[in-house]
């Protein structure tokens, strides 16, 4: 299986590079910045793919069963994630009647860069590998909620903005790692994280929200900052 790279291309159409247009074979694809849209069953029955990279973060519609009967497990995102990324490569939206990959076939995601949108990777079970580079900016609210294979993550130092329940209900969830930088923990930021046992606190962190830690029942803070009045 080889490798299918896109640097170019803005749109690929109904049934564009479907198996049935022998296209399949690949295992790998990358798409450049300028992808937009990607059409109904695009990619549908490429069975050998398992990774999928996106270059930019501009991809506003993708379409039923575009990745039908694939079970990607990475996905790569060079600049940014919104939550209809993701949902859509696994047609989280497309009910019932869809032919997409299995929805708990994600395991591990890289982001190199920009942000992290609201609920992008919640409710991915199967979810066990998060890399998040130097050039991650903000991540959302719920961005990784309820992922309850996830055991560890780190934060890395350009994160300066964290939505309310980022890690919420990730029960498998054991080591949690910040660089400096970040001020605010935001409410509900990792509750009922009941494996949690530590989380390292960098000395920038002035206030917690409500409720950013309840139900860690493992939990040990190893380092806390906490202000002079």
Known sequence: TGNLN?????????YGMCANSNYDGFSTITFGKNLTTLGNYAFAGNYDITKITFEGSAVTSIGSSTFGGTDPETLVFNDGVTEYMVDGVYNEYKGDDSWGPNLYALKKVIVNGGEIGDNAFSNYSKLTSV???EGVTSIGKNAFANCTALTKITFPSTVTSLGEGVLQGDTALTTINFKNNLTIIPDNFASGCTSLATANIPNTVTSFGASAFSG???LSITKIFIPRF
């Open 6 to 14: 896109l640097p170019s291309i803005t749109s690929v159409g109904y």
């Open 131 to 133: 890399t998040l580079s």
């Open 216 to 218: 860690c029942t493992s």
